[in-house]
């Protein structure tokens, strides 16, 4: 097979205004196992849009765009269904952005040559395809930004807000998670930012500039603003899909306004869809009732089911969309409130 024939098939995005949830949802809660558990957080996750007073902070972890989730975050974003995002590298660049450049994600089989893949510069990721050649595209396209701003520390939110405004600029990549935060005032938060296409293209920036002044991310100052945000907030609640970095960097804000002096409330909500158990003492598969114990995550209105996240995101988030609850939330524009924007 030519590259051609391996890159042929694209990975569609589910959209979750296309069927409504909401019947099965209120059927699994009479059922029993991971459904009722999957149907309870589906409630506690509508409690948090119903919370006026709750900032909601979705996690996000795994390979979800390149698997097809990327327009549900679009749709959350875009109808006010979520104020702040904790997200892994791989999936704001070299998902969100490279789709936003124009490039896809295929369909393919864990069963492939990938001795064949690799000399055809095709990535897999189990049985998804990407096109190695279009990833080095979103690489440098991270470092000509790079080269075009002041020497100076960023936040990766502040960085990716800049990526966002470029795309709007060109005006590409209209259906992307970064062009809607850019409309919404939605900041992206991504704490360990060069461990994705974005770390080649700053490396790249870096090297060629030496010991002259060039960009540098400040996970610091992310973990600051996120502080910040969570002190503005009467109530926050978390929307966690996967584990990982974004996991532990959303839940350790209560602990650093605790140490800033402020007072402040545990995560009063709390959801995560997650394939990891706690049996191996990680940050992934833990419990929200031991967050507990660490001052992190309230008690009462947590909920972890245990599921990949193709299969439970779309009904959450469908079931969310259509009850409705979020047409009556109040905008929060958190980048504005950061950037000393607000009027
Ligand atoms: N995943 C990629 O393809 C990829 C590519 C380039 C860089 N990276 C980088 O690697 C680091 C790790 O990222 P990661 O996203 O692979 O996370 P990860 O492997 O650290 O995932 C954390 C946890 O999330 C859960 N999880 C992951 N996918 C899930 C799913 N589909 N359904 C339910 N639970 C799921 C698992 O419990 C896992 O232990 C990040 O810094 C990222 O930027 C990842």
């Known amino acids: 097979m030519d590259k051609k024939e391996y890159l042929k098939h694209e990975v569609q995005h589910i959209n979750i205004k296309t069927f409504n949830a909401v019947p099965i949802i209120e059927q699994f809660e009479k059922t029993a196992f991971q459904a009722r558990n999957l149907a309870r957080a589906a409630r506690i996750y ?5 919370d006026d007073d709750c900032t909601i902070i979705l996690c996000l972890a795994g390979s979800l765009f390149s698997a097809g ?3 549900i975050v679009v749709d959350l974003v875009s109808f006010n269904m979520v104020d702040v995002i904790v997200s892994t590298g791989a999936i704001i660049v070299d998902q969100d952005f490279f789709e936003a450049l124009g490039f896809k994600h295929y369909q393919g089989t864990p069963l492939a040559d990938d001795d064949r893949l690799m000399s055809q510069q095709i990535d897999r990721i189990y049985d998804t395809y990407i096109d190695e050649e279009e990833l080095r595209v979103c690489d440098m396209t991270v470092k000509e930004i790079a080269d075009g701003l002041p020497a100076r520390p960023y936040s990766s939110r502040e960085f990716i807000r800049i990526m966002a405004k470029y795309l709007v600029k060109k005006k590409i990549g ?3 998670v970064m062009w809607a935060t850019h409309q919404m005032g939605v900041p992206i938060f991504v704490p360990a930012f060069s461990d994705s296409s974005a770390g080649f293209g700053l490396v790249y920036h870096q090297w060629e500039r030496k010991k002259k002044a060039h960009v540098t991310i400040d996970s610091v100052k992310d973990f600051l603003e996120l502080t910040s945000i969570k002190v503005a907030s009467k109530a926050t609640g978390l929307f966690m899909i996967g584990g990982g970095v974004p996991k532990n960097f959303a839940q350790d804000v209560t602990v650093a306004a605790d140490i800033l002096g402020e007072e402040v ?3 009063k909500y709390a959801v995560q869809i997650t394939v990891a158990d706690e049996r191996d003492g990680g940050l992934s598969g ?3 009732k031991e967050a507990h114990s660490w001052g992190k995550v309230d008690e009462g209105a947590e909920q972890i089911v245990f599921s990949e996240a193709t299969i439970a995101v779309p009904l959450i988030a469908s079931f969310a969309y259509h009850n409705g609850s979020w047409r009556n939330r109040n905008q929060k524009e ?4 950061l950037d000393g924007e607000k009027k």
């Open 46 to 50: 509508d409690a948090m849009l119903a």
């Open 69 to 71: 989730l990327k327009k």
């Open 174 to 176: 209209k259906g992307s």
């Open 265 to 267: 409330s545990m995560h």
């Open 286 to 288: 833990s419990t929200l």
């Open 334 to 337: 958190f980048n504005a409130f």
